[in-house]
C-alpha cells in the first residue's frame, strides 16, 4: 500500500462547481498534513495547511480525519484559475522530518 | 530573489553521461530535499539533509545517484552514467525545521528537467 494515495482524476467540473478531493495515509503516526498546488510543468506550491480542527481560506476547505486516516480539499465555486493538479502532503518526523507526496489529483474547470 | 533557485533549468545529455544538478536554498532554511517527479506522478522523495547531514535516501537512489550538502547550503545531485529512466524534473525543496514536530512550509525551486537521448 502507497504510504499516500489520492484519485488521479481527471475531474473536470463547470465553473461555480463545488468539487472535494480525499487523500489517504497509511502511516498512523504522519503529523502534519498540506494541500500543495502545481500548474503544469511547474513547481509546486503551498495551497493550504490542514489542521486537526479544520481549515478554511475563502472557497477552499481543508479537513483531516485521523480515526479514518483521510484529508479532504473542498473547492466551493470553481474558477478557470483552479485548474491544476492537487498534491496531498503528509510529514511524520521519526527523527527527522520526511516529507511524502501523493501522486495529485488532476483538476479541470470548464466553462 | 530570495526563494529556492535551481541550476541548470534543463539539461539534456546523451545516455552514459555524467549530470550534476544544484540547489540553492532559502538562507535560512535548515532542511532540504531532493525529489524526483515523472509526468503524472507526484514528487518521488529521493533524500534529505538536515544542515550538512544526509539523514535519509531513498531505494530509489541507485548507486549511480549522490547528493551532497557540504557546508549545510547549496547541495549538488550528481547521477553517474545516466540512463534514459533517469530523464524527469528534479526538484529541490527546503525548510526551516526546529524540532520533531514542526509544522513548517516547504518551499520548492523550479526544478531542473533532464532529458537523456
Redesign the interface.
Known amino acids: 500500500r502507497k504510504e499516500?494515495e489520492?484519485d488521479?482524476g481527471p475531474f473536470n467540473v463547470p465553473e461555480g462547481a463545488t468539487v472535494a478531493f480525499n487523500c489517504t495515509y497509511s502511516n498512523s503516526a504522519s503529523?502534519?498534513f498540506?494541500w500543495y498546488r502545481q500548474d503544469c510543468r511547474?513547481?509546486?506550491?503551498?495551497l493550504m495547511?490542514v489542521y486537526s480542527s479544520g481549515n478554511e481560506d475563502g472557497r477552499f476547505t481543508a479537513q483531516l480525519n485521523r480515526a479514518s486516516q483521510y484529508i479532504s480539499l473542498l473547492i466551493r465555486d470553481s474558477k478557470l484559475s483552479d485548474s491544476a493538479t492537487y498534491?496531498c502532503?503528509v510529514?511524520y518526523?521519526g527523527?527527522?522530518?520526511?516529507?511524502?507526496?501523493?501522486?495529485?489529483t488532476k483538476l479541470q474547470v470548464i466553462p | 530573489d530570495t526563494g529556492v533557485s535551481q541550476d541548470p533549468r534543463h539539461k539534456i545529455t546523451k545516455r552514459g553521461q555524467n549530470v550534476t544538478f544544484r540547489c540553492d536554498p532559502i538562507s535560512e532554511h535548515n532542511r532540504l530535499y531532493w525529489y524526483r517527479q515523472t509526468l503524472g506522478q507526484g514528487p518521488e522523495f529521493l533524500t534529505y539533509f538536515q544542515n550538512e547531514a544526509q539523514l535519509e535516501k531513498s531505494r530509489l537512489l541507485s548507486d549511480r545517484f549522490s547528493a551532497e550538502r557540504p557546508k549545510g547550503s547549496f547541495s549538488t545531485l550528481e547521477i553517474q552514467r545516466t540512463e534514459q529512466g533517469d530523464s524527469a524534473m528534479y526538484l529541490c525543496a527546503s525548510s526551516l525545521g526546529q524540532g520533531l514536530f514542526m509544522n513548517t512550509e516547504a518551499f520548492f525551486g523550479q526544478g531542473t528537467r533532464l532529458t537523456v537521448v
Open positions: 499516500v489520492q488521479p503529523q502534519s498540506f511547474k513547481e509546486p506550491k503551498l495547511s498534491l502532503v510529514t518526523s527523527g527527522y522530518q520526511k516529507v511524502t507526496f501523493g501522486i495529485g
